[in-house]
């Protein structure tokens, strides 16, 4: 299963770094948002990665969009990593893949990664916008540049 351009954001519950469950169906309706897949906390790209996210930030709350952040990792892990490095968005746990899965994020390098993979959603909850690449600077820059041409619309 993959998301395509115009679906809808999967109907899935996962718990966030604070043992919390979260559903994106609490988004819809209520503003856009971006979904990043990254492999690992604390390794040296995606924390890059996460870093970068959070010195934009502010950029995607003016643009009235929120940012979530999915690894495999524990709900330990991300409460680690996203206080060591003081990432203010949301932060989920996949520990058994099903958002992988549902979302249709593949592995890289030969299987052996999990992918890093973007997507960004209206309000309304449709996939607007997807993007894949394991160069972790890439991702912030098409995200914002997606939210800006929704925010035309």
Known sequence: MSLNIGDEVPEL???DKNGELFSFKDLKGEQAFVVYFYPKDFTPGCTKEACSFRDRYEDFKDLGAEVIAI??????????FSEK?????IFLSDTEKEARKAFGVKSSFLGLVPGRETFVFD????LRFRFNSMNATRHIPEALEALREI???
């Open 71 to 80: 690894s495999s990792d524990s709900e330990a892990s991300h409460s680690k």
């Open 123 to 126: 309000e309304n909850g449709i």
């Open 85 to 89: 490095y003081k990432l203010p968005f």
């Open 13 to 15: 519950e996962l718990k």
């Open 151 to 153: 925010s035309k619309n």
